[in-house]
């Protein structure tokens, strides 16, 4: 079982689940069964590919089935943890067969539904070999009976960028570094028993490769923490967005209260200079009565004595 440092990837590669105990032939059959089963096999695919696929080709998925799982915020790291755990019972189940078990569809593997259900009795029993070939490097679109999945990374490439990046940047990543050391693990158990898989996972280091573990470390480090502070920034931005549209609401209804009730007011209060005018125009009618009175009066005192002296 492949174990240890590889310098293909940011952590140390490691099964994500211990190797199960001995059991009766008739489980042992059932776990090749079910590990190779094409159903739970593009599942497992489908899963992998909505957490780590690249988002950067903008690809439509309208008339993809189930497009609601690329569309919505469904991704989750349990499920991708479940995808590495299947795969690696898978490895577990097909490491010990044999090209020249005769009676291999007893031990499991040819039933229906099976990827190798159309092997003939001629042909050399399925190995690891086979089972890689079939469960990580096949051909999505093959695999998927989709068209949209064509020119789509396979299982494996996929699996490596699980371990090396903890998924697509945009898309999702993974916190757990034991999701990552599985899929390492995996990659590393592909690479061993098929040579496709290895040309694939053991990429030649460049000139300025990291010189020892720690640095690396330290860099996966780095890496994570930028990550982090990039997601703490967009929750920043979206309550920020939230708290202006929010405000902003509140102040619209606000003024919308303000001029209805002013108009309100406008229409019960009295014209006040109307009031005025009817005031002044009042006091001067007053005034000038006051005053023709005062004349009248005035002249009837003064005429008196001249009629007197007339009629005397």
């Not at 003024?255 to 209060?269: L, P, V």
Request: aromatic letters at 6%; hydrophobic letters at 35%; a neutral charge.
């Amino acid at each position: 079982v492949p174990d240890g440092t590889n310098i293909n990837y940011g952590v140390v590669p490691k099964a994500f689940c211990p190797k199960p105990p001995a059991a009766h032939s008739a489980f042992e059959r059932l776990r090749r069964d079910i590990t190779c089963d094409a159903a739970l096999l593009a599942i497992t695919y489908r899963t992998l590919h909505m957490h780590c696929h690249n988002t950067s080709r903008k690809k439509d998925v309208v008339d993809l089935r189930g497009a609601m799982a690329y569309d919505g915020d469904d991704r989750s790291e349990t499920a991708l943890a479940r995808a590495v755990h299947i795969l690696t019972l898978g490895a577990y189940a097909w490491q010990t067969a044999r090209a020249d078990d005769k009676d291999w569809r007893q031990s499991g593997g040819g039933s229906i539904g099976s990827v190798f259900f159309d092997r003939g009795d001629e042909d050399p029993a399925p190995t690891a070999k086979e089972w890689v070939s079939a469960a990580l490097l096949v051909n999505p679109k093959s695999q998927q009976a989709c068209e949209w999945y064509d020119g789509e990374e396979s299982t494996l490439q996929l699996l490596r960028r699980l371990a090396v990046d903890g998924g697509y940047a945009g898309c999702f990543i993974a916190q757990d570094r034991a999701v990552r050391a599985g899929a390492a693990w995996l990659c590393d158990f592909a690479a061993e028993h098929n040579l496709e898989a290895r040309k694939l996972v053991h990429v030649k280091p460049s000139h300025k490769a990291i010189a020892d573990g720690e640095e690396q470390q330290e860099t996966e480090i780095q890496k994570r923490k930028r990550i982090a502070r990039e997601k703490a920034m967009e929750r920043m931005k979206a309550q920020a967005a939230k708290f202006a549209n929010m405000m902003e609401t509140e102040l619209g209804d606000k003024d919308d209260n303000d001029t209805s009730s002013g108009k309100e007011e406008m229409k019960n209060e009295p014209s006040t200079p109307l009031r005025s005018v009817r005031r002044q125009g009042s006091f001067g009618s007053t005034k000038s009565s006051a005053s023709s009175v005062g004349s009248t009066s005035d002249s009837d005192r003064a005429g008196t004595p001249l009629t007197s002296l007339e009629t005397g």
